[in-house]
């Protein structure tokens, strides 16, 4: 049978009222029950952890690995920023509310139990709400920074550049590009879609990537930050120059 969201849906929801209930001992196995009783495979990815919310001002932190519509509506998270945990999975209906109650999501990284918060690979420039790239950074755990237009876009990822890789997600991105590849320092590629991806940014190595968000859904942006996030390498006969020179 195939993995429908509204399965999904129960599946979680059966695994976080066990947990929070005391009847399961360990999350994993909570989740096999749930398969096994269904006859749907389930994802490693969908084991959850406590559910747990504390907030800050207005920010809600949620720990739950598996975060649901339930979890967000009891976490009063309508209207407000969400901080969630890397790897944290959102189902369907929290994506729906998310959209319908105007929910920030913050990537900064929950606290750990050292009280130490890890450093982000990454970050992505957004120009406008762009709620799904919001969506993909958090899973990835990479930080979200505002920008107006496509010029201030550029602006802010140059002061993230070179400690972070950045995606930039606006109108123009050729435009943003350009004005990043003024700086001999920064390698940044424009990318139009998800096909050839891998390959360009093999060859070429950006430390930050531009595209549109039109066109690209969550699976596309998720794989797309997932293979930024592997290790910088000049690129092949390829000269660097000093900053401030000419390539």
């Not at 999350?27 to 398969?35: F, G, H, L, N």
């Not at 952890?49 to 932190?61: G, K, N």
């Not at 123009?172 to 920064?186: E, G, K, Q, Y």
């Amino acid at each position: 049978m195939a993995l429908t969201s509204d399965k999904l849906e129960e599946i979680v929801r059966q695994v976080l009222q066990e947990l929070r209930a005391g009847q399961v001992a360990r999350p994993a196995a909570a989740v096999a029950s749930a398969a096994a009783a269904s006859s749907v495979p389930v994802s490693a990815a969908l084991v959850a952890t406590t559910p747990a919310v504390t907030t800050a001002a207005d920010v809600v932190r949620i720990s739950d690995r598996a975060v649901t519509e339930s979890v967000l509506a009891n976490a009063g998270a309508a209207g407000r920023t969400v901080s969630l945990v890397r790897g944290a999975v959102l189902t369907p209906s929290a994506r729906d509310y998310i959209r319908r109650h105007n929910v920030r999501l913050s990537t900064s990284v929950t606290a750990t139990a050292s009280g130490s918060e890890a450093a982000s690979a990454g970050a992505v420039v957004i120009v406008g709400r762009e709620s799904t790239v919001r969506m993909a950074a958090a899973a990835v755990g990479w930080t979200v920074r505002e920008a107006t237009d496509d010029f201030s876009a550029a602006r802010a990822a140059q002061e993230l550049l070179p400690g972070k890789r950045v995606l930039c997600v606006c109108p123009s991105p050729a435009i943003t590009a350009c004005v990043l590849n003024r700086d001999s320092a920064i390698r940044a590629a424009v990318i139009e879609r998800a096909v050839g991806m891998e390959r360009l940014l093999e060859q070429m190595q950006p430390q930050a990537v531009c595209l549109q968000s039109e066109g690209w859904g969550y699976p596309e942006l998720s794989r797309l930050l997932g293979l930024m996030k592997r290790p910088l390498q000049q690129p092949a006969g390829w000269s660097e120059q000093q900053r401030g020179g000419v390539r």
